[in-house]
């Protein structure tokens, strides 16, 4: 199995043409081909040299791969299915085998909204969380989408130039997988990457603290938190969540945020 270049910043990038002896200002062309011009394959990278391509796709792929799956509703609304990898493990592994992997399916949404675009994309195949309401909570988790899988959702539609706005609001709780949906905001929003305004990005939680907290800090991203009961005994019979993180400390650190320079919370 290739290793995917769809979901490495420029430091990765660096290190990929290191290991394959190939000039450092390469990285900047990768990274150029990949979120501005937005290539499928190696080959179409022409201002590296053929041994320089030659030598990448011994190796290594784009990684956008396409959906299999299109309802259209009749507000326009787009629902796109993904076959997708996953792996169980915590923290972020861009180089992970096969055998580390499982196959799984996940969904992402366009909405149209007169001039706007907004697109729902999924962070996790199922979710752990269990919210009683939640349809995905039903299914069970399958495992972490890697930073690839959820740049995927964005680069592979026929939408993607036309999008204003995304929102981690799909498939998963976005900070149980902190590391790599930080590095896919991170793509999105570095000058070397697609250099989206932060602003238009809005990431949601249900209160996992420990990455709220380097959401937080790592990200100028809009936050979104998951209430749906004020209170805490009612809320904890519908989301577990609950038990461990409570509301309202999730709320008290949120008050002690500086949310200045237009960053929002909602």
């Given amino acids: 199995m290739k290793i995917k270049l769809l979901g490495k910043n420029l430091e990765d990038l660096k290190k990929v043409v290191a290991e394959e002896g190939l000039p450092g200002f390469t990285a900047k062309q990768i990274a150029q081909w990949l979120y501005v011009k937005k290539v499928r394959t ?99 988790f399958h495992g972490q989408l890697p930073a690839s899988e959820i740049l995927n959702q964005i680069f592979s539609i026929p939408d993607a130039d036309k999008l204003t706005n995304i929102v981690y609001m799909g498939e998963g709780e976005p900070m149980d997988n902190i590391d790599h949906v930080l590095r896919s905001l991170q793509v999105m929003t570095e000058p070397r990457g697609c250099a989206w305004s932060p602003k238009r990005i809005t990431v949601s939680t249900v209160g996992v603290v420990p990455g709220l907290e380097r959401f937080l800090k790592e990200s100028e991203c809009h936050l979104a938190v998951s209430l749906h009961n004020p209170f805490g005994a009612e809320r904890q019979e519908i989301m577990p969540i609950e038990k461990r993180y409570h509301l309202t400390d999730v709320v008290a650190m949120l008050k002690h945020y500086d949310w200045q320079h237009q960053r929002r919370v909602s």
């Fill in 42 to 140: 190696i080959d179409e990278m022409t201002n590296l040299s053929k041994v320089a391509r030659a030598r990448l796709s011994e190796k290594y792929e784009v990684g956008v791969t396409p959906y299999e799956g299109l309802q259209i509703s009749s507000d326009g609304t787009k629902k796109y299915l993904f076959p997708v990898r996953c792996s169980h493990k915590r923290g972020l592994n861009l180089r992970l085998q096969e055998d580390e992997l499982e196959a799984g399916a996940i969904e992402a949404v366009m909405i149209p909204d007169d001039d706007r675009a907004t697109l729902c994309v999924s962070s996790q195949s199922g979710c752990r969380m269990g919210c009683k309401f939640c349809m995905t909570g039903t299914l069970g």
